[in-house]
């Protein structure tokens, strides 16, 4: 029997009813599989503020340093949504991604077959769309500094910095040219080259980058561009490469290609093992929700899905991700909808009963 210690950092919002439906599901692979998955569970973003005042305590990150891989909810709301703040909910997303040397966000973006006519998109753009988003998570505006608020004698200022290292940028780009090696061999880096400075720099280290991969193609684009592409012609990108604030959100925007929020997981990936394992945080990107907070609305199947990323490249266990997967394609199949992706001619469900569904395909 083998065994992995998981953290789970809930969080706020539907967090907790989300992460409450992968670990059911996560059961029913232990069962199969004769697996044990050892969880500790953390209190983190407004909850922790509540509590401990911050968002992410050392003890957490401690935690999640001697675990395999923190699988985590969402954090936010409007109790905390005090832009003065010094201290807000995201500190703990952020935080945790920075201390864990997490450097890689990878957001896969799949159409399901029998929802393609949910989308806002025609069937004949969307169909045959699958690609893979990489964003590049601990520099740019969001970790640069200077970043401050001050007055001054003309009015209230602020300044934030778009910062990068030759080495950040290369790191991220060798994740996404052996991802497209394993795909469709085609890469796209996204940058802002013919305004920035360090977009510039961007094209220029991918372009150096790509020698090591000659099977690899390579086309860049800009971000804007990259935007109206994404609605225009979806099916060309394979893999996507671009810095931390295009990847937030392009990746949002990639999200309405599949109809919801609530169908998208992704991988927050580090440093890998020689085995390709390695530890990594996975989310659900549809955020806290708190609007639908203890209605049972919530789409559990970014956050199973992300349960399944986390399998197989925390824990190596591929066999048991694509059993995930499929169950997961075999509950849509078969009609079964939460509120965000319902149609006319499906079975609505509730969230405790779209985790029941998945894990009774297991």
Known sequence: MATFHILLTPGDGIGPEVIEEATKVLAKVEGRFRHEFIYEEETIGGAALDKYGVALRPETVAKAKASRAVLFGAVGGPKWDNPQ??????????????????????RPVKIYPAMIDQSSLKREVLEGTDMIVIRELTGGLYFGQ??????????????????????EVERVLHVGFQLAQQRRKKLTSVDKANVLRTGQMWREIATEVSKQYPDVAVEHILVDAAAMYLLRRPTSFDVIVTENMFGDILTDEAAMLAGSMGMMPSASLGKRRKDGTGIGL?????????????????????????????????????????VIESAVDGVINDGYRTPDIADATGHLVDTAKMGTLVAERI
Do not use: C
Not at 302 to 312: H, K, Q, W
């Open 282 to 322: 996975y989310e659900p990107i549809h955020g806290s929700a708190p609007d639908i907070v203890g209605q049972k609305k919530a789409n559990p199947l970014a956050t199973i899905l992300s349960a399944a990323m986390m399998l197989r490249l925390s824990l190596g266990l591929e066999e048991e991700a694509a």
């Open 85 to 106: 703040a010094q201290h807000r909910p995201e500190d703990a997303i952020l935080g945790m991604r920075k201390q864990l040397g997490l450097f890689a966000n990878l």
């Open 146 to 167: 200077p970043k401050k608020r001050w007055e001054s004698a003309t009015g209230r200022q602020s300044v934030d910095t778009l910062r990068y290292s030759e080495k």
